[in-house]
């Protein structure tokens, strides 16, 4: 399954639970050059320019960290992919590299989120160093404020919830991300949902989604 969506649509909101309710193994391209950004590498210094800048990695390297992680054999019953692919060339990897391991992206869903929504949806998220719990100050507050109901650490702001780099992100989202939509309706995989309404109204609808998916595929 491919979650698709502007910056702070609430992918990685919706995808964290869907991993835990249908036992999907949860790969965010976002984590992932994160980590790799951490590393302190070559690969990861290049990385830090793009995130840093809002720009997106280079497909060849997306294809690289991504397709490795998507086809390792897991326990989970599918991959759940957030953030990638957001390219039509990463759209066309992922499903040649699928093809030949015999798998296939069932569906791919579009959280559609205005782009009026998303500034207040950055700026007020704050998330966990330890666990990678995601909140928000007003949507989605933690027990007790800027602590993590998980494990008590002190929450963070992303290094690219910035107002300016919220911007570019968003553009390169309308240029390269928004072409996917038109690929996955082609494929007949393509579900676009309000991903605007509150998360527990997104979650009902994609829980009932995935449910019906699931059950058709098992037939
Ligand atoms: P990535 O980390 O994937 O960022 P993104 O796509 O910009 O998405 P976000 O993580 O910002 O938002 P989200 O949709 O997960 O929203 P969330 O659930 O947190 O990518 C970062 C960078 O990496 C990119 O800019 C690019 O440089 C690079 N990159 C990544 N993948 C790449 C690829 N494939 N190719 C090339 N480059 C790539 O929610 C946001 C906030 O809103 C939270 O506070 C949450 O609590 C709240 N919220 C969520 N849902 C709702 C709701 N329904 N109502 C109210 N509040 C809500």
């Known amino acids: 399954m491919v979650l698709l969506g502007p910056p702070g649509a609430g992918k990685g909101t919706q995808a964290k639970r869907l991993a835990d309710a249908f036992s999907l193994e949860h790969l965010s391209s976002g984590d992932v050059l994160r980590a790799e950004r951490a590393s302190d590498t ?3 210094r290049q990385v830090a320019r793009s995130l840093d800048a809002g720009m ?3 497909d060849e390297i997306m294809l690289e960290v991504m397709l490795s992680r998507v086809l390792r054999p897991g326990a989970a019953e599918g991959v759940l992919l957030d ?4 390219t039509l060339p990463q759209a066309r990897g992922l499903d040649e590299a699928l093809e030949a391991a015999d798998g296939q992206v069932d569906l ?3 959280l559609e989120v205005p782009d009026e929504v998303i500034e207040e949806r950055i ?3 704050r998330s966990c160093p330890q666990c990678g719990e995601v909140y928000h100050e007003r949507f989605h507050p933690p027990l007790r404020p800027g602590v993590c109901d998980r494990d008590g650490a002190r929450l963070v702001q992303r290094g690219d919830d ?5 911007r570019q992100r968003l553009s390169a989202f309308h240029v390269q991300t928004e072409l996917l939509k038109a690929y996955y309706r082609e494929r007949g995989s393509l579900v676009e949902l309000d ?3 509150p998360i527990e109204v997104v979650w009902d609808e994609l829980e009932r989604l995935v449910r019906s998916v699931k ?3 098992a037939r």
């Open 42 to 44: 070559p690969l990861g």
């Open 56 to 58: 997106l990695v280079p």
């Open 83 to 86: 953030g990638f692919p957001r």
């Open 108 to 110: 791919a869903v579009s």
């Open 123 to 125: 700026t007020g998220r």
């Open 162 to 166: 910035t107002p300016e780099v919220v």
């Open 195 to 197: 991903g605007a309404e």
């Open 215 to 217: 059950s058709k595929a």
